[in-house]
């Protein structure tokens, strides 16, 4: 009968639907269907955006924007025909603001370097959050040792919220800049960025949204949001590895100075001076990933298939689901209990390295990440060296869930004193 019910349950339907999308998920491990529940570290393709890398390779390959022949016409095609889709996606307001980059951490590098190491100087200051990512702490420190800038630090509370009364109180005439993460890959925070974005500008002070684990899981459009830059990267987003998008306003990468040189990102080039591209090619020296950006072109067509709503009201089903069963285990401390959650549960569980509760729940088949996951200050914060973390996607379902609970169980059977 309980079985029953789970089977029957309207999300949980939705998601076996899902499912059959991602060839991958009928993989047995360890003799055992796979439970991947690994979704913040990389999500898993449909199969449209295997095939799409697949058909550009066996039918179409060339290079793009350099070509006078057929194949560099269509490869050329699909490529920005994927930046617009991207736009739509995200609601930028034009296409143009729309960079290909290899990730959420070129993305950031990119905004460090180019907007950061041109404006910034000795004495000013770059406000960010103890919940990042080390991909949004390390570019900016190494930002403040070739300027003498200092980074500022919004703390976190108990549950894994941002203090915004104190984010406020650090924004000052020295701040030139504001990085934060829109949902913590540890916690599964969603933080009230909107807000962030309004108090700094109230200052005029540019804001860079890390969307590395937003982009899947909530709607992103960064006109509403209204922030500066804005990262992500196509694999967390059902897409390739590899490829990723800078989102930034249109007077800003105008503004910027190239980041890198090489083909493509020049208008004209001789010993004695070069002149640079428009915007986004300026940013886009060398070869880019032209079989990953078709790629995300689809994964970004697959995801608008499915809607937000459908897939926000079944993560967040599952979430709900999933929270309580795992918090009754004895034993087992749930980091990360903010109001505003995306479908990731990090624990910690008394007596067991989380090394080995990952090692155990990969016997059963339950694939989970343990560690710091990138995010070492914010460990030290909850007073932890490592997690584990159990990350959900649209494609889960709570029969899987369950899997997770019950290999958590045998985890403390294992271990038990
Ligand atoms: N987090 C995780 O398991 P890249 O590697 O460039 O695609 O993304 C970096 C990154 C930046 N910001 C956040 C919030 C992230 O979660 C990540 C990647 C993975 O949590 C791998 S460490």
């Not at 100087?121 to 991909?135: F, N």
């Not at 040189?261 to 020049?266: E, K, W």
Request: aromatic share 8%; hydrophobic share 45%; net charge negative.
């Amino acid at each position: 009968m309980k079985l029953f019910d789970r089977l029957l349950h309207h999300d949980d339907l939705q998601a076996q639907f899902w499912r059959t999308d991602f060839p991958i998920l009928k993989t047995r491990v360890q003799g055992k269907p796979l439970v991947y529940l690994d979704n913040a570290a990389t999500t898993q393709k449909p199969l449209a955006v295997i095939e799409a890398e697949s058909e550009y390779y066996g039918n179409y390959n060339a290079n793009v924007h350099r070509g006078v022949h057929a194949l560099s016409a269509r490869a050329t095609e699909a490529y920005e025909d994927a930046r617009a889709k991207v736009q739509r996606f995200v609601n930028a307001a034009s296409s143009d603001e729309i960079v290909f980059v290899r990730g959420t951490t070129e993305a950031i590098n990119l905004v460090a370097q180019s907007y950061g190491r041109s404006r910034l100087q000795a004495g000013d200051e770059i406000i960010l959050s103890q919940m990042e990512h080390h991909s949004n702490i390390v570019p900016w420190q190494m930002l403040c040792q070739q300027t003498g800038a200092r980074l500022r630090i919004i703390p976190v509370n108990d549950q894994g919220e941002l203090q915004l009364g104190i984010y406020e109180a650090l924004l000052n005439e020295r701040t030139r800049l504001v990085a934060v993460t829109h949902v913590s890959n540890a916690l599964g925070t969603i933080n009230p960025v909107k807000s962030i974005v309004e108090l700094a500008h109230r200052r005029g002070v540019p804001v860079l949204l890390d969307g590395a684990q937003a982009i899947a899981h909530v709607p992103v459009d960064v006109q509403a949001l209204d922030c500066d830059f804005y990262a992500f990267s196509a694999h967390k987003l059902y897409g390739p590895t590899g490829v990723g998008v800078l989102y930034g306003k249109m007077a800003l990468l105008e503004a910027m100075p190239a980041y890198q040189g090489g083909g493509d990102m020049i208008r004209s080039v001789s010993f004695e001076e070069t002149t640079y591209n428009t915007v986004p090619y300026k940013f886009e020296a060398g070869t880019p990933n032209i079989a990953g950006v078709i790629g995300l072109g689809v994964a970004v067509d697959y995801v608008g298939s499915i809607g937000f709503e459908a897939l926000v009201s079944h993560e967040q089903a599952l979430l709900s689901y999933a929270t309580p069963l795992l918090a009754d285990v004895p034993g087992l401390r749930i980091i990360g209990n903010a109001r505003e959650k995306t479908g990731i549960l990090s624990f910690v569980l008394e007596g067991v390295h989380p090394h080995d509760i990952g090692t155990i729940l990969d016997g059963e088949g339950v694939a989970i990440r343990a560690g710091h996951h990138c995010t070492m200050p914010l460990m030290e914060r909850f007073g932890v060296a490592a997690t584990a973390r159990a990350s959900f996607a649209l494609y889960n379902t709570r029969l899987e869930a369950d899997a997770l609970v019950a290999a958590v169980y045998k985890v403390r059977e294992v271990f038990k004193p």
